[in-house]
């Protein structure tokens, strides 16, 4: 054996290709060409692209390893003295070793990981408070069940092609200003498989999946708002060639309820009350998410107050406990009094001695602009 190509990359004789390939990536860096130009370093240069080319090739690896070069003459190989005779394996190898990039060798598998899918799902304000169960129809693609995703037809099988051999790929040699050099590019026949389907599955067409429809059984948790995905794994697309499906993403969208307006996990709404009820105190009876309730107005309160009903909103979709609801008093004044209506209220103005009330005045609301510039003048 006239070369020790692990020697000249510097790796044991039991190194691995990762470890074969991260040593000619360092020594291609320091000695190319484009880098050092003495006739010296060339030489060298010349002599790590020879052991590369036998070393990553599991074929003239193992001619190497029981005695035979399979550079030499009489190995089958065009030499290692030169770039012309097959120093290059790929000339891939060589981009790899300046820019990093990873060139896929051998034929690419023809089953690929499937994509992700998402749909749309109306619930009610209840079920989101509670969290619910829900069948849902998904259109997606399956295995093909008359291939079994294989992708030929029943009784045939992908073949070997005769292009690229198998290996995926077709070399192309081009002369360069640093010899002969060997280029790949995926075989057009196959389009990198290394197999071709000669006779397609006739329901897929050669895909390894189909469009159906099937039924999914999803669970709500409580607590869920407008916007809230929920991923269901392995149950959206099945992927080329019956690859692993992706996963399935259902977005909750919450419907408008008659009476309640949600605010993040508290629930709000408004009752309007006469104005004789906020005088003298009432119970009002409101349908609740729980159940009907009735509203304590206590004697005296105004418009604008509120009642909390604490821990009957929306669960807390992390951690225990509930939101509150919060009812909003709106106090109405009747605008139209008919003659006794108006002498009763005319004695209460009397008794109570408001028929001339002053009025109580207060500054008015004041604009954005107006609560700045006092804030800089120090008001």
Do not use: W
Request: aromatic residues 6%.
């Amino acid at each position: 054996m006239a070369t020790d190509y692990y020697a000249v990359l510097g790796v044991r004789r039991d190194a691995s290709q990762d470890e074969i390939k991260k040593a000619f990536r360092r020594l291609a860096r320091e000695l190319h060409p484009d880098v050092n130009p003495d006739p010296k370093t060339q030489e060298r240069f010349k002599e790590i692209n020879a052991a590369y080319e036998v070393l990553s090739d599991a074929q003239k690896k193992q001619v190497y390893d029981l005695g035979g070069d399979p550079l030499s003459a009489s190995g089958g190989g065009g030499g290692a003295g030169g770039f012309g005779q097959g120093g290059f394996g790929n000339f891939s190898d060589i981009m790899d070793a300046f820019f990093g990039t990873a060139s896929q060798r051998g034929p690419r598998s023809r089953t690929r990981r499937g994509q992700d899918a998402m749909i749309r799902l109306e619930i009610d304000l209840s079920e989101a408070a509670f969290g619910t169960t829900k069948d849902i129809q998904v259109d997606t693609a399956v295995v093909c069940t008359t291939c079994s995703g294989e992708g030929a037809a029943p009784g045939t099988s992908a073949q070997t092609c005769d292009m690229c051999r198998g290996r995926g790929e077709v070399s192309q040699v081009t002369r360069s200003f640093l010899g002969q050099v060997m280029t790949s590019r995926p075989c057009p026949q196959c389009q990198g498989f290394g197999t071709v389907v000669p006779t397609p599955c006739p329901e897929c067409a050669g895909d390894g999946r189909i469009r159906s429809r099937r039924t999914l059984t999803v669970k709500i948790p409580a607590g869920v708002d407008n916007g809230t995905r929920i991923q269901l794994a392995g149950e959206g697309e099945v992927g080329p060639g019956g690859g692993p499906a992706g996963d399935l993403y259902v977005e909750i969208h919450e419907l408008a309820h008659a009476v309640f307006q949600r605010r993040g996990d508290d629930l709000h709404c408004t009752v309007t009350i006469p104005m004789t009820a906020a005088a003298l105190g009432t119970q009002v009876p409101l349908e609740t998410l729980d159940g009907m309730e009735e509203i304590d107005i206590r004697p005296g309160t105004q418009s604008g107050q509120s009642v909390p009903l604490h821990g009957r909103g929306i669960t807390h979709l992390r951690g225990g406990g509930r939101g509150d609801l919060i009812v909003h008093v709106e106090v109405m004044t009747p605008s139209k009094l008919d003659a006794e209506q108006e002498r009763v209220l005319r004695e209460l103005a009397q008794l109570r001695g408001e028929e001339r009330p002053t009025g109580q005045f207060q500054p008015g609301q004041q604009g954005l602009f107006s609560r700045l510039k006092d804030a800089f003048n120090g008001r």
